[in-house]
């Protein structure tokens, strides 16, 4: 792979064919797909809409059959687009802080493992938040801007097997009550728990065994990952 600055998008095409290898690089982001999706319950009306901030190679979609949603993936990445609609969404080439999409179209917003991405929280909060209908459903997972979560997903992820190099920016990751409070402003009281892979999925994954078998189960701590789940009232914009 070409070096490039850490967070460079451009990593996601030189990745491209790993997204949907379940014990390759991308082996966690499929757990914490199937976890994601257990937070989004079956659609509540005809033509629902679930929007997927940062949705890569389309991991959730699997996850979500059957649940009645029209699926609307964004991504900067076209060539993981591409492989997301090969999965059955519908994408879209946009930035996580310029979702190009009407106020209140989607029943459902998911952020999965993208807002540690993103050069500009408050307006990828914002956005999220703009295109979320009263009483619709935010979703989204994160890792904490902790020393630990610095130490564990960066420094000692990083020289694991098969593990990217340079994808995180630790100066990017999200301290949750900076989350909560941006999601507050925007009328969504977000709820934090921290959740962790399970110690057989990763020892699997790490020997190269147990294909496709990880788990994210829920933990004490959120210092290095969690989840955020949060309904959106209809008083948004609160400043």
């Known amino acids: 792979?070409?070096?490039?600055?850490?967070?460079?998008?451009?990593?996601?095409?030189?990745?491209?064919?790993?997204?949907?290898?379940?014990?390759?690089?991308?082996?966690?982001?499929?757990?914490?797909?199937q976890a994601r999706a257990r937070l989004v319950p079956p659609a509540s009306r005809p033509g629902a809409i679930l929007v997927d901030v940062g949705c890569g190679g389309g991991l959730l979609t699997p996850h979500l059959l059957g649940k009645g949603y029209r699926h609307i993936g964004l991504d900067l990445t076209a060539s993981a687009l591409e492989q997301a609609a090969a999965h059955g969404l519908t994408p879209v080439n946009a930035d996580a802080g310029a979702l190009p999409l009407a106020d209140g179209c989607a029943d459902v917003v998911v952020a999965g493992e993208i807002l540690e991405?993103?050069?500009?929280?408050?307006?990828?909060?914002?956005?999220?938040?703009?295109?979320?209908?009263?009483?619709?459903?935010?979703?989204?997972?994160?890792?904490?801007?902790?020393?630990?979560?610095?130490?564990?997903?960066?420094?000692l992820a990083e020289r694991f097997r098969g593990v990217p190099r340079g994808l995180h920016d630790p100066a990017l990751f999200v301290d949750p009550r900076v989350l909560e409070r941006e999601c507050a402003r925007h009328g969504v009281a977000l709820a934090v728990r921290g959740v962790r892979p399970t110690v057989p999925a990763v020892a699997g994954?790490?020997?190269?065994?147990?294909?496709?078998r990880g788990r994210i189960v829920p933990t004490w701590s959120a210092a290095i990952l969690y989840q955020g789940r949060g309904i959106k009232n209809g008083q948004g914009n609160r400043g």
């Not at 070409?2 to 998008?9: A, M, S, T, V, Y």
């Open 1 to 33: 792979m070409r070096i490039l600055p850490r967070n460079d998008p451009r990593q996601y095409d030189d990745l491209a064919g790993e997204w949907w290898r379940p014990d390759g690089a991308f082996a966690m982001l499929h757990w914490l797909a």
């Open 117 to 155: 991405h993103v050069p500009d929280l408050p307006r990828a909060v914002a956005e999220a938040c703009r295109v979320l209908r009263p009483g619709g459903l935010l979703v989204l997972d994160t890792l904490n801007s902790t020393a630990l979560s610095r130490l564990v997903a960066v420094k």
């Open 205 to 212: 994954w790490l020997a190269g065994v147990g294909q496709g």
